[in-house]
């Protein structure tokens, strides 16, 4: 659960960055789409952290350890736009299946029922982003 928690946390970083740097003509699409992803992850990382301190206890949520694992999800993320802004959405794209493989992982080593549908809304929402990205990246 706590990878999650990081995963979701550099998915928020990452496309608010991406929501700051778009450019070119596809700008107010590119940028709408990844402003929406930076809130909506933001809102499930917010449900998830309170979930994992009311089950696990806050240590899960130290700062440092957290910001250092965030860090290392990020090192290979693009910093600029390049190539219509593709470089944003292709790393998205990995993020977005990464979260939904991990949630696998983790429904099948057994979690509460309650945070069972949680992380399974969270995987839902990015598949819907998958989606979105495979169309606009066609």
Do not use: W
């Not at 930076?38 to 957290?66: C, K, N, T, W």
């Not at 693009?78 to 990995?94: C, G, M």
Request: include cysteine; charge should be negative; charged fraction near 25%.
């Amino acid at each position: 659960m706590k990878e999650l928690l990081v995963l979701l946390r550099a998915m928020q970083i990452f496309s608010q960055n991406a929501h700051h740097l778009v450019k070119g003509s596809s700008f107010h699409s590119d940028h709408s789409f990844f402003g929406d992803v930076y809130e909506e992850v933001a809102g499930d990382f917010d449900s998830l952290a309170e979930r994992i301190v009311g089950l696990y206890g806050e240590e899960h949520l130290a700062l440092q350890p957290m910001l250092t694992a965030v860090v290392a999800k990020l090192s290979d993320a693009p910093s600029i736009a390049v190539e219509d802004n593709q470089t944003f959405y292709s790393h998205q794209l990995k993020m977005e299946e990464s979260l939904c493989k991990l949630v696998e992982k983790i429904i099948a080593a057994g979690v509460y029922p309650g945070t069972e549908q949680l992380i399974g809304e969270i995987a839902n929402k990015a598949e819907m982003r998958k989606y979105k990205i495979k169309q606009r990246t066609k």
